[in-house]
């Protein structure tokens, strides 16, 4: 699969080298080019590097990195975008102690949707740090990190769901795009285990099923406000 980033921050370059390594073809695409090479450099041979228009127009699937800037702003044209898996995987910035604000409003992954409405966007990889994929890929499928995602195209998050597996992470279908409100929610959640309550950068979350219990001991769940 061929895929592109638009930016090439910590999380890019992670995520592009471990999907390099499993065979992808990867372009990391900046406004500064060089930063874009020393990403190229860390990974296998053969990952391209380049500007973000070049990157969009080389991708299958294009993972926006950018924070606080759409394509629209950070590229010639959105036009190479059209029809493509675009993957909104940035978080709202931190704000002095964690006093986040209640999401009301659209999300980030929805504003990208609305700037680019020709493309397929999904929501997935904000809730965990790029230092995770320094494990192998089957260290962290022995602990079944969960890899939240959602989107309004079936197609799309299948696409994402492999990706996802691929790094070794258990993907989780979350529903239709505005579901990305709680997914960012969590990312900031996420963030503050890590960091406000310094639980450190390898802090993950993993959703299990556990089987369904017999009897009902306890009364059994009652209708809302009986």
Same mark, same amino acid.
Request: net charge negative; with cysteine; glycine share 10%.
């Given at each position: 699969m061929r895929i592109a980033f638009i930016g090439?921050?910590?999380?890019?370059?992670?995520?592009?080298?471990?999907?390099?390594e499993r065979g992808h073809q990867v372009f990391f695409g900046s406004r500064d080019p060089a930063k874009a090479r020393a990403c190229a450099a860390l990974g296998p041979?053969?990952?391209?590097?380049?500007s973000n228009d070049r990157a969009?127009?080389?991708?299958?699937?294009?993972?926006?990195? !950018?924070?606080?800037?759409?394509?629209? $702003? +950070?590229?010639?044209?959105? /036009?190479?975008?059209?029809?493509?898996v675009l993957v909104c995987i940035n978080n709202r910035a931190i704000p002095k102690d964690f006093a986040f604000e209640t999401m009301m409003g659209p999300s980030l992954?929805?504003?990208?949707?609305?700037?680019?409405?020709?493309?397929?966007?999904?929501?997935a990889f904000n809730t965990m740090a790029q230092e995770v994929f320094e494990h192998p890929r089957a260290t962290l499928l022995g602990?079944?990190?969960?890899?939240?995602?959602?989107?309004?195209?079936?197609?799309?998050?299948?696409?994402?769901?492999?990706l996802s597996r691929d790094a070794g992470?258990?993907? !989780?279908?979350?529903?239709?795009?505005? $579901? +990305?409100?709680?997914?960012? /929610?969590?990312?900031d959640f996420i963030r503050y285990m890590?960091?406000?309550?310094?639980r450190g950068y390898f802090a993950t979350i993993s959703v299990r099923d556990i089987p369904a219990a017999t009897g009902s001991r306890l009364g059994g769940r009652k209708a809302y406000g009986a």
């Open positions: 090439s921050g910590n999380m890019a370059r992670a995520l592009g080298i471990v999907w390099a041979a053969g990952i391209e590097s380049g969009a127009a080389f991708g299958e699937v294009v993972v926006h990195t !950018v924070r606080g800037v759409m394509p629209s $702003a +950070a590229l010639a044209s959105t /036009a190479a975008l059209a029809g493509k992954a929805e504003a990208l949707a609305a700037d680019v409405p020709t493309a397929r966007v999904v929501k602990y079944d990190v969960s890899s939240f995602l959602c989107g309004d195209d079936a197609a799309a998050k299948e696409t994402v769901s492999e992470l258990t993907p !989780v279908d979350c529903g239709p795009l505005r $579901a +990305a409100r709680m997914l960012e /929610a969590t990312g890590m960091f406000g309550m310094k």
